[in-house]
């Protein structure tokens, strides 16, 4: 029987320690970012502020996906907040249900509490769950993390850093923190927007842009830029749980089809996953050993 994996994220509680991560202990409640209507493409200065702590879903979708399929997912927040309903696209897009939790108290929304109930719930109604996912920060979840290993389940922790507790990676058998989940890109964060260049240089700049990326970019085909994309994806998460510089190209696709269930390399021009894969050979490397074509990053 294959692996499967059960994900649960406290989203509150990410999306404000990623906030306060990157602009200093406290600007989420300073900055009143809770009830802000955000826009990723303003330059208004909390705009600016809430891109460059946007939580990558995909990411974290991602790397529980490298532990096997993804049965279920569930993500905790007051969905009525303005800076988490900005959200709604990506996690829906990503198939996670969303459950709804209203404060009772200005700042608790008993988050800790509903997502542990579920997740007992959950492993008791579905045995066949191997691994279970938390993405949260609180040593509230410690309890938690140790009652789904005395349950027999594989326990992962994903956390911010400097707000995840010790005792909740300690409880864990594997932690990551976000920052190091293979397609979380550091951001350079600003507390200002940029200024605004005259219009004829900005014209001139964004022209000499695009004919640079048109005369580098061997792939403009934007479903073919997406599947490089995944392929790299998927060697980085592969390359996580293994020592050995080469891996075998067909664990690398079964992680493809895990993070997106509709690749199919004949949909893409390629008779063979080796022939897509050669394809790529500026991004990935491969050589053939025995019958198993293996592969690497360049």
Same mark, same amino acid.
């Given at each position: 029987?294959?692996?499967?994996?059960?994900?649960?994220?406290?989203?509150?509680?990410?999306?404000?320690?990623?906030?306060?991560?990157?602009?200093?202990?406290?600007?989420?409640?300073?900055?009143?970012?809770?009830?802000?209507?955000?826009?990723?493409?303003?330059?208004?200065?909390?705009?600016?502020?809430?891109?460059?702590?946007?939580?990558?879903?995909?990411?974290?979708?991602?790397?529980?996906?490298?532990?096997? #399929?993804? /049965?279920? %997912? !569930? @993500?905790?927040?007051?969905?009525?907040?303005?800076?988490?309903?900005?959200?709604?696209? $990506?996690? +829906?897009?990503?198939?996670?249900?969303?459950?709804?939790?209203?404060?009772?108290?200005?700042?608790?929304?008993?988050?800790?509490?509903?997502?542990?109930?579920?997740?007992?719930?959950?492993?008791?109604?579905?045995?066949?769950?191997?691994?279970?996912?938390?993405?949260?920060?609180?040593?509230?979840?410690?309890?938690?993390?140790?009652?789904?290993?005395?349950?027999?389940?594989?326990?992962?922790?994903?956390?911010? #850093?400097? /707000?995840? %507790? !010790? @005792?909740?990676?300690?409880?864990?058998?594997?932690?990551?923190?976000?920052?190091?989940? $293979?397609? +979380?890109?550091?951001?350079?964060?600003?507390?200002?927007?940029?200024?605004?260049?005259?219009?004829?240089?900005?014209?001139?700049?964004?022209?000499?842009?695009?004919?640079?990326?048109?005369?580098?970019?061997?792939?403009?085909?934007?479903?073919?830029?997406?599947?490089?994309?995944?392929?790299?994806?998927?060697?980085?998460?592969?390359?996580?749980?293994?020592?050995?510089?080469?891996?075998?190209?067909?664990?690398?696709?079964?992680?493809?089809? !895990?993070?997106?269930?509709?690749?199919?390399?004949?949909?893409?021009?390629?008779?063979?996953?080796?022939?897509?894969?050669?394809?790529?050979?500026?991004?990935?490397?491969?050589?053939?050993?025995?019958?198993?074509?293996?592969?690497?990053?360049?």
């Amino acid at each position: 029987m294959s692996d499967r994996v059960a994900v649960y994220i406290d989203f509150d509680n990410v999306v404000i320690s990623r906030y306060d991560n990157l602009h200093g202990d406290g600007a989420w409640r300073s900055d009143n970012a809770r009830d802000h209507r955000w826009s990723p493409a303003s330059e208004d200065p909390i705009d600016v502020r809430l891109a460059a702590a946007e939580v990558d879903l995909g990411a974290i979708i991602d790397y529980a996906a490298s532990f096997g #399929a993804v /049965s279920l %997912s !569930r @993500a905790y927040a007051d969905w009525s907040v303005p800076a988490n309903a900005a959200y709604r696209k $990506p996690l +829906v897009d990503r198939s996670i249900s969303l459950v709804q939790l209203f404060s009772v108290s200005g700042t608790k929304n008993g988050a800790d509490i509903r997502l542990a109930v579920d997740a007992v719930e959950d492993l008791v109604r579905h045995p066949e769950i191997t691994h279970v996912v938390f993405v949260a920060g609180d040593s509230d979840y410690v309890p938690l993390a140790q009652s789904c290993k005395r349950l027999g389940k594989y326990v992962v922790g994903i956390g911010v #850093a400097g /707000s995840t %507790s !010790r @005792a909740l990676k300690s409880a864990c058998d594997e932690y990551v923190d976000y920052a190091g989940l $293979p397609g +979380v890109q550091p951001p350079a964060p600003a507390a200002h927007p940029p200024k605004k260049a005259p219009a004829k240089k900005a014209a001139a700049k964004k022209a000499t842009a695009k004919k640079a990326a048109q005369k580098v970019d061997p792939q403009p085909d934007p479903q073919q830029r997406d599947a490089t994309a995944l392929l790299v994806r998927a060697i980085r998460l592969r390359l996580q749980k293994s020592d050995e510089e080469w891996i075998q190209a067909s664990d690398v696709k079964s992680q493809m089809q !895990r993070i997106d269930p509709a690749f199919k390399e004949k949909a893409l021009g390629f008779s063979t996953f080796r022939k897509f894969v050669e394809s790529r050979s500026d991004q990935v490397e491969s050589r053939v050993e025995g019958t198993q074509q293996m592969v690497r990053l360049v």
